[in-house]
T-cell receptor, first 111, second 115 residues
Framework: AQKITQTQPGMFVQEKEAVTLDCTYD???????LFWYKQPSSGEMIFLIY??????QNATEGRYSLNFQKARKSANLVISASQLGDSAMYFC????????FGTGTRLTIIP | KAGVTQTPRYLIKTRGQQVTLSCSPI?????VSWYQQTPGQGLQFLFE???????NKGNFPGRFSGRQFSNSRSEMNVSTLELGDSALYLC??????????????FGPGTRLTVT
């Protein structure tokens, strides 16, 4: 079984600051994928970034980067230069045959 | 390219009734997965369909069922609705099955309220 842990239920960050959202995972699979999704109040899940377990480099997508530490089973999301539109729920997920999600972190950007 | 669409967006039903939700995947995507999101249980996997066949199933009672058509559109059905079925139901599509790199793209969800 796979398990995702997000220990920050909520975070408040000043606009333009960088923010790190924590995610640890537990899996016995030798090969796995890690995903981050953003869920605004509208409800739609928006794919942000993907990291494969065998990828040599940390994934980056625009202002999003993933701090992947395989030995620690950690896959933290870093958002640089936060914007008001970044306020949302953020979910970390891993996939074997299905996506397993963490409980999420509610990020609020303060002007 | 159009995204994943779900209909209806909002639904109110009474206990004991049944409901059918619809999902149209992104053109070319053959895999459709369904998830239930509630404040108490979070996001939970319901089932996945690929080429009209159910490939994976989550831990939900038999009241929850689904199917996929030849055009990859999918429906999920919940019979004998209970208050606890009130949730946001999310559909996601991907090119291949959920194993592998292919990321899933989600629809806007159907918010079901059972009274």
């Amino acid at each position: 079984a796979q398990k995702i842990t997000q220990t920050q239920p909520g975070m408040f960050v000043q606009e333009k600051e960088a923010v790190t959202l924590d995610c640890t995972y537990d899996t016995s699979d030798p090969s796995y994928g890690l995903f981050w999704y953003k869920q605004p109040s509208s409800g739609e899940m928006i794919f942000l970034i993907y990291q494969g377990s065998y990828d040599q480099q940390n994934a980056t997508e625009g202002r999003y980067s993933l701090n992947f530490q395989k030995a620690r089973k950690s896959a933290n999301l870093v958002i640089s230069a936060s914007q008001l539109g970044d306020s949302a729920m953020y979910f970390c997920a891993t996939r074997n045959e299905k996506l397993t999600f963490g409980t999420g972190t509610r990020l609020t950007i303060i002007p | 390219k159009a995204g994943v669409t779900q209909t209806p967006r909002y639904l109110i039903k009474t206990r004991g009734q049944q409901v059918t939700l619809s999902c149209s995947p992104i053109s070319g995507h053959r895999s459709v997965s369904w998830y239930q999101q509630t404040p108490g249980q979070g996001l939970q996997f319901l089932f996945e369909y690929f080429s009209e066949t159910q490939r994976n199933k989550g831990n939900f009672p038999g009241r929850f069922s689904g199917r996929q058509f030849s055009n990859s559109r999918s429906e999920m059905n919940v019979s004998t609705l209970e208050l606890g079925d009130s949730a946001l139901y999310l559909c996601a599509s991907s090119l291949a099955t959920t194993s592998g790199r292919s990321e899933q793209y989600f629809g806007p969800g159907t918010r079901l309220t059972v009274t």
